[in-house]
Every structure is written in structure tokens, then in C-alpha cells.
RNA sequence: AGGCGCGUAGCUCAGUGGUAGAGCAUCACCUUGACAUGGUGGUGGUCGCUGGUUCGAUCCCAGCCGCGCCUACCA
């Protein structure tokens, strides 16, 4: 074995290896396990997001898998509707095309073409994680099946009445020329004006103000509304107002919209461009009068000077005729969120179109009950109040996108226009009675992406067939899921797996923090502080990682800033720690925080605890190969055999239950802390002085042999899933020793807590050896004594188990402390001038001559002895107080008496040494 | 405006109604025969602030300060 760990050699060759093998499909004889994987856009490349939940993914997977579940991680990849269309718009841009140039059919062929040279990407990617998905069950929401299902629960949806077509108010992208659903606008603050604006009287006796934030609209005003309790305006309910800049007379209408502490208490009202505006004309009747074309310039609505003006230009020309004419009463800077789309980053309108709708409510009460009655579970727990939330107050679900790649709508429209929706449009008119020399067109519209991904627990298992799969994997175990899409997609995976699988898709869902850098901004291109997981895993030098963050930018201005924080930040690039460094850093990050804050220094402890392992499996190798491990012959097994071996039962139920738990950051914390301080740390080496004595005995030797070989075997398999690679190389050469076989340790057992036997005995003879060695080492540090020094150790004031244990562990003492020797003190020996440490009654002497300095010595007892006296202090305090002695619980009372008897000990053998210093000087 | 969350060592984070922990960083010593990606021993914290409940609060409750996220928004 080489002497320090080097993933690279082996990761690629084990992946390989497992997948040809078939180890990642269903097999286990237990019950069903089932993720469903949140199909990642098919386009698209790994980021750090996709590593943290795949690895928290496969390690659930793993361990399962190992645990003898009838085990399923579903692999699969979404068309990401929009995201998609951009890129390919993009690559057509570049060559000084647009998507109409090429017209529907061929563009849409080129998506498919560009899905099959870019879809490869992510799962390629996936591999060198080490992800263990059923590749050969992989689903895309577009595949023939899945569409099929996707029409399917679109016609019946219909059928029922919970589609609807309808014309009103959505969110337009006059960028990507789509309406887009609720959820994907997103608001942020943004400075702007707030213009006060006269509306003249008809008969010209005055004027009222109204403010807005956008003037442009008011092309489209139908009324101006105050509100009815308002007593400066009841008056004027019903006169009319001159509308500046047309020749149109508006009323002023009484409606409790207004709000009459806001401005002026007047407030326009634009029924075709505002939301609030739209419910107040459907009160009053009032006409919509849509002033913007698609693209969001002005149409034929508006006067013929404004005509064919983008929204913007319009509004500075009509601001500056509003000022000619005198109209503008004031302009005030003003603060206000300004919606826009998410993906395209253009402002929003409010535009009026025929969209399809899915009517919610219905869908959304089953929903919310099925959490209520814990038929699924967040994790954490608190995640459902924000489900609640949003579900009690969900409105209709905008679903049609007039885009060309995705599932285009099953509706058909005849010359009149009346629509028809079925399966085909065989089924349209054979169900309608319609001849085939009837025309029929379909719908333009596609289907907003979350759509097909709702059904993705149910259809990537075959539904709407009645397959074995949906039998056994339906609905899954748990969905693990980043917090910011719970709306988007697990709430709606919920409402329509209850509807078409009557069932929940999902028994719990994991809610993890999203990962950010180390300052806790999102990583995002145009902040250039992404980092490619894959780059953690292989390394890049500077060179190539300033190149890769600074080119492709949306705002290349950007690029300088980005460079010089890079090289800040990473001067010597990013060193290569191997995929299961990474995955242990982000097991070990998986708090219940919202927020993981990403440090690459993580990774580099997580690398060397890789090198620890593999050197401990180097060490239990060169100790036990071609050695007899006790697999035959008769066994004995030490204290400190008994001792490891109890320890890692303790390991085991702490791993099992932080995977229970979705607590992976405990379980790689207790699985880090057993291998490295107890098995490492102590436990290798408490072995060598037995396997290196000549007076270890055969069974004895066999005994360590057998519990090094078979505690690292044991960590194996409980770090297997989360650190698959160096587990699986170390395994195969570790396990025969430990008398294991298999092809894989995939495939082995996943340790329990059972597998060793708890022996408390062995655990505090063990503590008092431990302790034994500490007290030494502590003096020897302390003290600056040299590791190489040899020197002899004398105790005093040992008890009978004291001298027991000191015989048969003298051993280990001696050879742990690093010392020459141990003896008692004899009856009546005068103790030598020494440095001290305590073990229960017993002391612990280090004779000074030489190698002490008394003034060390004494301060260093000094200030244990003020510790001592801080601690017992608090002990005395609490043991006073009355109330405390008459209301504690009795342990804890005699605990606490406990301690002022330890302290008190300790204190007072402190002082006599201090005492035997001074004197001796 | 409503909802949710956070504030613990220099940094990133665990944690518990009764001795405050880890990783990284830091200091000292050490090329000991698994590992210098290592070993040994240290340094470092009034657990955001103020009250309350309690025998006892970093933990539970209330208020405040600071920070963040989500949802809905006044034109």
C-alpha cells in the first residue's frame, strides 16, 4: 500500500466497476426504499447544490441499500422549459438567428439535438460523485411515457374541471414573450419615483392628484377611486375627470381599495394593467382597455404620438408632456418592489391573455390535510408552517407558457375557435363527433415545466400503467429538497400524487440548507464566487479557475473585481481532496441550518482523515496480513480488545441514529471522532506493545489481530456511505482478514450497534489506563520535557485496584507515556521531589531531579489549584443555597457532592506538594 | 405587513435545564518503526442584550438590538 492516500487512482475504476456490476439496482429482500432524485435540468452542469443533496442522497441510499432494503435511487433529468429555450436561443443568437427564423419544428429538433450532446453532462458528473442511482431506469420528463402521462392528468384534470381556460391578468415576460406563474417573479426593492399627477375636472373647476409609480398607464385608466368613507371626496363620487394626454373622461368611483392615508387618498385605476386595478374594474364594470403589445410597447390603444414606443420611452416623453401641460404636482423618490421574472430578469406586466389555469383549491385542501395527519413528515418539522402557509393561501396555477420546448397542451381549436381537449387529436374527434375534413389546430402553448415535474414520483414508475414498480416503490420513502423550491415542486408533487395515485408521493421530505461561500452569498456566476464541486475533487490551478469564473459572464465589466477576489482567495488554486473528502464535508455540513456555509478548509480535514484511514488499514494490514487472525484457533481478547470493541457498538447506534435522524453531520461526526481518537489515537496504538511482547501469548495475539481486522472492517462499512471510494478499496483487502467476504462492500451488511457487545468493565479500565497516560503526558508537556526523555514514574497512595491494574497494563503505561519505568512507592519510602498528577486517590509522581524546574512545577500546580478552587466555589454556592439542596433531583445532588469531595481532594494534595516544594528548596 | 430562522472560541459550526464542544487557525515541543495529510501538550468563550420562570438558564418564556430568508404588498 502507498503510504498516503491518493483517490484519484482508484474512484473512477470502482464506479466503473460497481455500475457494470449492476450494484445500483433494486435487489434487497427487506421492504421497499425509494428516492425519487430532483431531476436536475437536462442541460445543465453540477454546482455545489446538486453535490450537497446527491451526496446526502446516496449516502441515505447506501446505507439503506446495505441494510437489505429493496433499494431504489431514480434517476432521471428535467427539459427545464424555459432554461432550456434560452440556451438554445442563445447559441442562436450567436450565429444572428432567432428561434423564428428556424420556425417550431426546427428549433425544436435542435433542442433535442443540443439535450443530446449537453444531457450527458450532469450524469457524467453524478458518476465521479460516486452517486448510486439505477442508471438504467433513468427517466426524462419528455420521453414518450412521460408525456403520455403528462396529457393524461392534463385531460383528466380537464375532465373534471380543475384545468380551465381563461382570459386575465398574468405575469408577462415581454422578453421571452410568455406568461410565467406567481412563483417564478420575483420582487425586489428598487428606487424609483413616485409622480403626482393632476386629473383635470371636466368642467375645469380644479383637479385631483393621483400618484403611481407608473405613468405610462395611465393610458389605460378607466376611473380614478377614492375611498367611500372618505369625507373630502364623497362629493365628488361621479363627476368625471379629463384624462391627460387623451381625450378621454374617466369617473371617480367610491371603492374601500383606496386607501385614503396613501397620497392624496386618489388612486387611478388601470383595470389592464394592475392587479388590484383588475379586481376593482370587475366591481365596477369597468372597461379594459389594454394599452401594450407583447412586447410591451404601446399599441393601437394609445394615442397615435405614443404608438409603437417601448414602455419606458413612452413614459419620459409623456412625462415630459405631463410637465408642458402643467399636470405634475410633485415627484417624489420612492422605494418599491419591482416584479421580475426570473429568468429573464425583465419587468414584469401585468398583460392581459388567455392562459391555462389549474384550479387549486380543491387539490391544495387534500394536500394540507395529508400533513396534518402526518401522512408526510418534514424534516425539520417546522418546514410545514411554511407549507401551510403558502397552501392556505395558494392561488390558481398559471400553467401554459408560450414557448416552444415542453409538453404542448392537448387542445385542439376548430375554425370558430372552440376548444377541445383530449388525449389526440384522433381522440378530439372521435369523442366529439368531428370528421377528419373538420380542421382542427392545436394550442400553441406549452406547459410550464413544474408540471411534468409533479408527476415525477409516479411517472418515472409507469404510471398511468398499473406497473409492478408503482406497487413497490410508490409513494417513496423521502424527497430530499433544497427550502426554496417546497412551492414549486413539493407542494405540487403532493397535490397530484394525492389526486392520481390517491396516495401521498412521499412518506417524509428533508428540507436542507442551501450552500453558500464562505461569506454566505449565494454562488452565483455573476458573483464569480462559484465553485465546481468536480474542482474540489481533481484540484485547478489559479489560472484555469480565474479563467473559468471570468468567462461566459452576463456583465463582463464584472470580471476584474471577480479575478482579483479570486486570487485573493484561493492564491494557490484548489488543491485535489478526492470525491469522498467532499461528500464527508458535506455530511458534515448538513445541519438543520438554512444556511451552509461552504470552507474549503473543511475539505482539507476531511482529506486527511481520508490519509488517517488509510493508514490505519495500512497499519492493521502490515500487523495482521499473513498472520493468524484468529479466524481459527483459540481467541483472547484483552481489555483493551473488550474496550474497542464496546466503543464501537457505541459508534454504530450513533451513526445508525443520525441517519434516522437526517442528521448526518452527527453521524459523520461520531464516525470521525470513534475512528480517529479512540480506534487510531488509542486503540492502534494499545495494540503494539501486545502484538510486539514476546510474552503476548498465541490467543492473545490472535485476539488483537482479530478485533484490529474486524473494528476497521466494522468502520468500513459504516463510513461506506459516506465516503463509498476509499471504504470500497480498503474493504477489499481488509475484510478477508476479518474473516468477511463478498463482491462489494455495497453489498455487506450495514454494521449494528449489536454486532460488538457493550462491556462497561473494560470501558473504565480502560478510562483508568488512559488516564494513567494523560496525567504523564499532561506533566511532560507542561513541563517541556522531551518526547525522547526516558524517565521513571513512581505512584503513591495506590488502592488495590490501583496496584492491579498497574500490573497488567505496565505495558501499555510505559510504553504510551513514553516513560522508563513505574513502580509504587514502598511502605514507608520517602516520595522524591516530583511533578504530580492525580488518578482517584492515587498519584501520579514525575521525580524532579533534572528534569524539572521548580518554579514551572509551581506555577503550573498553582494554577490547577485555582481551577480547583473556582470549581469547587461554584459546588459549595449550590449546596448552600437551601432551596437547591430541598428541590434538585437527588443525583444531581450527590454529584455535586461528588465534585466538592474530588476538588477538596484535589486541592488539598495540590497544596501538601506545593508545601513539599517551598520546603525543599 | 405577515410568516420563518439565526446570533456559542479568531473563522465555520455542533450542543445541553446541572462540569461549554468539534474542525480550521494559533502557540510550544517532537522526523517515535500506520500516517508531518502526522504526534503530544497548551492558549482561546461573561453562549447578542435586558428581564421573567426555576433551587439552578447558554438552553424554557417575554421584550429589545443586530442579521437573514420567505410570502404578500400602497397606488
Known amino acids: 500500500m502507498d503510504k498516503a492516500y491518493s483517490p484519484r487512482d482508484i474512484e473512477g475504476r470502482l464506479y466503473t466497476h460497481w455500475e ?8 434487497g429482500l427487506g421492504a421497499a426504499f425509494c428516492i425519487m432524485i430532483p431531476p436536475p435540468n437536462v442541460t445543465g452542469t453540477l454546482h455545489m447544490g446538486h453535490a450537497f443533496q446527491d451526496t446526502i442522497m446516496d449516502a441515505l441510499t447506501r446505507q439503506m441499500r446495505m441494510s437489505g432494503r429493496n433499494t431504489l435511487w431514480q434517476a432521471g433529468m428535467d427539459h427545464a422549459g424555459i432554461a432550456t429555450q434560452m440556451v438554445v436561443e442563445r447559441q442562436l443568437n450567436a450565429e444572428g438567428k432567432t428561434r423564428h427564423d428556424l420556425g417550431r419544428e426546427a428549433f425544436v429538433a435542435r433542442a433535442w439535438k443540443w439535450k443530446g450532446e449537453s444531457g450527458g453532462t450532469i450524469s457524467r458528473q453524478l458518476r465521479r460523485l460516486g452517486a448510486s442511482l439505477d442508471w438504467s431506469r433513468e427517466r426524462f420528463t419528455m420521453d414518450p411515457d412521460l408525456s403520455a402521462a403528462v396529457t393524461e392528468v392534463f385531460v383528466r384534470l380537464h375532465e373534471e374541471g380543475l384545468i380551465y381556460r381563461g382570459k386575465r391578468l398574468v405575469n408577462w415576460d415581454p422578453v421571452l414573450l410568455t406568461a410565467v406563474s406567481d412563483l417564478e417573479v420575483v420582487a425586489e426593492e428598487e428606487a424609483g419615483q413616485l409622480w403626482h399627477l393632476r386629473y383635470p375636472f371636466e368642467d375645469g373647476s380644479g383637479f385631483v392628484i393621483v400618484a403611481t409609480t407608473r405613468p405610462e398607464t395611465l393610458l389605460g385608466d378607466a376611473a380614478v377611486a377614492v375611498n367611500p368613507d372618505d369625507e373630502r371626496y364623497r362629493k365628488l363620487v361621479g ?19 383606496a386607501d385614503p392615508a396613501f397620497g392624496s387618498g386618489c388612486v387611478k385605476i388601470t383595470p389592464a394593467h394592475d392587479f388590484n386595478d383588475y379586481e376593482v374594474g370587475e366591481r365596477h364594470g369597468l372597461e379594459k382597455i389594454n394599452i401594450l403589445d407583447p412586447s410591451a410597447h404601446l399599441n393601437e390603444n394609445a394615442p397615435a404620438k405614443y404608438r409603437g414606443l417601448d414602455r419606458f420611452a413612452a413614459r419620459e416623453i409623456m412625462l415630459a408632456d405631463l410637465a408642458a401641460a402643467g399636470l405634475i404636482e410633485r415627484i417624489e423618490a420612492h422605494t418599491h418592489a419591482v416584479p421580475r421574472g426570473d429568468r429573464s430578469g425583465a419587468i414584469l406586466e401585468p398583460y392581459l391573455t388567455d392562459q391555462w389555469y389549474v384550479k387549486v383549491a380543491p387539490l391544495a385542501a387534500a394536500a394540507i390535510t395529508a400533513v396534518e395527519a402526518g401522512r408526510i413528515r418534514f424534516v425539520p418539522e417546522n418546514w410545514n408552517k411554511t407549507y401551510y402557509e403558502w397552501m392556505r393561501n395558494i392561488k390558481d396555477w398559471c400553467i401554459s407558457r408560450q414557448l416552444w420546448w415542453g409538453h404542448r397542451i392537448p387542445a385542439w381549436y376548430d375554425a370558430a375557435g372552440k376548444v377541445y381537449v383530449g388525449r389526440s387529436i384522433d381522440a378530439v374527434r372521435a369523442s366529439n363527433g368531428l370528421a377528419a375534413n373538420v380542421a382542427l389546430t392545436q394550442d400553441d402553448d406549452v406547459l410550464d415545466t413544474w408540471f411534468s415535474s409533479a408527476l415525477w414520483p409516479f411517472s418515472t414508475l409507469g404510471w398511468p400503467k398499473k406497473t409492478a414498480d408503482l406497487a413497490t416503490f410508490y409513494p417513496s420513502s423521502v424527497l430530499v429538497t433544497g427550502f426554496d423550491i417546497i412551492f414549486f415542486w413539493v407542494a405540487r408533487m403532493i397535490m397530484l400524487g394525492l389526486k392520481f395515485m390517491g396516495d401521498v408521493p412521499f412518506r417524509e421530505v428533508y428540507v436542507h440548507g442551501l450552500v453558500r461561500d464562505t461569506e454566505g452569498q449565494k454562488m452565483s456566476k455573476s458573483k464569480g464566487n462559484v465553485i465546481d464541486p468536480l474542482d474540489i475533487v481533481d484540484g ?3 489560472e484555469s479557475l480565474v479563467k473559468k469564473r471570468t468567462t461566459g459572464l452576463m456583465q463582463p465589466q464584472l470580471a476584474p473585481a471577480i479575478e482579483k477576489a479570486t486570487r485573493k482567495e484561493f492564491p494557490r488554486g484548489i488543491e ?11 455530511a458534515a455540513l448538513a445541519t438543520q441550518s438554512r444556511d451552509i456555509r461552504f470552507d474549503l478548509a473543511r475539505v482539507g480535514g476531511y482529506r486527511n482523515f481520508c490519509n488517517k484511514l488509510w493508514n490505519a488499514a495500512r497499519y492493521v494490514t502490515l500487523v495482521t496480513d499473513g498472520q493468524d487472525c484468529g479466524l481459527r484457533g483459540e481467541v483472547e481478547l484483552s481489555a483493551a480488545d473488550c474496550w474497542i470493541r464496546s466503543r464501537c457498538s457505541f459508534a454504530a447506534a450513533e451513526a445508525a441514529r443520525g441517519f434516522a435522524d437526517y442528521r448526518f453531520d452527527l453521524a459523520a461526526q461520531a464516525l470521525y471522532e470513534f475512528t480517529w481518537y479512540e480506534f487510531c489515537d488509542w486503540y492502534l496504538e494499545l495494540s503494539k506493545p501486545i502484538l510486539q511482547s514476546p510474552a503476548t501469548s498465541a490467543a492473545a495475539l490472535r485476539g488483537t489481530r482479530q478485533t484490529l481486522a474486524q473494528v476497521l472492517e466494522t468502520i468500513l462499512r459504516l463510513l461506506h456511505p459516506i465516503m463509498p471510494f476509499i471504504t470500497e478499496e480498503l474493504w477489499t483487502r481488509i475484510a478477508p482478514l476479518a474473516g468477511k467476504s463478498g463482491p462489494t462492500i455495497m453489498l455487506a451488511p450495514y454494521p449494528l450497534a449489536s454486532d460488538f457487545p457493550r462491556d462497561a468493565a473494560a470501558e473504565s479500565e480502560m478510562r483508568w489506563v488512559m488516564d494513567f497516560i494523560l496525567g504523564v503526558r499532561q506533566i511532560r508537556g507542561e513541563m517541556d520535557i522531551a518526547p525522547s526523555k526516558r524517565f521513571d514514574v513512581l505512584v503513591a497512595n495506590a488502592g488495590e485496584r490501583d496496584l492491579t491494574l498497574l500490573k497488567s497494563h505496565g505495558g501499555y503505561l510505559e510504553r504510551l507515556a513514553q516513560v522508563a519505568g513505574i513502580r509504587p512507592l514502598a511502605a514507608g519510602e520517602a516520595a522524591p521531589q516530583s511533578a504530580t498528577a492525580l488518578l482517584g486517590e492515587m498519584k501520579i509522581l514525575v521525580p524532579m531531579a533534572g528534569l524539572i524546574d521548580v518554579a514551572a512545577e509551581r506555577e503550573r500546580l498553582g494554577k490547577r489549584a485555582t481551577r480547583a478552587r473556582a470549581e469547587l466555589a461554584k459546588c459549595h454556592g449550590k449546596l448552600a443555597n437551601e432551596k437547591f439542596v430541598a428541590n434538585a433531583p437527588p443525583e444531581v445532588i450527590a454529584q455535586e457532592r461528588g465534585r466538592v469531595a ?7 494534595q495540590i497544596e501538601t506538594q506545593l508545601k513539599l516544594l517551598a520546603e525543599l528548596r
Open 902 to 908: 474530588d476538588f477538596e481532594r484535589e486541592l488539598a
Open 576 to 586: 485535489a481532496h478526492g470525491t469522498d473528502a467532499l461528500r464527508f464535508t458535506f
Open 540 to 542: 485547478i490551478d489559479l
Open 20 to 27: 457494470s456490476a449492476d450494484y445500483f439496482s433494486p435487489r
Open 239 to 257: 363627476k368625471k375627470l379629463r384624462l391627460p394626454l387623451t381625450d378621454r373622461l374617466i369617473p371617480i368611483i367610491a371603492d374601500a381599495y
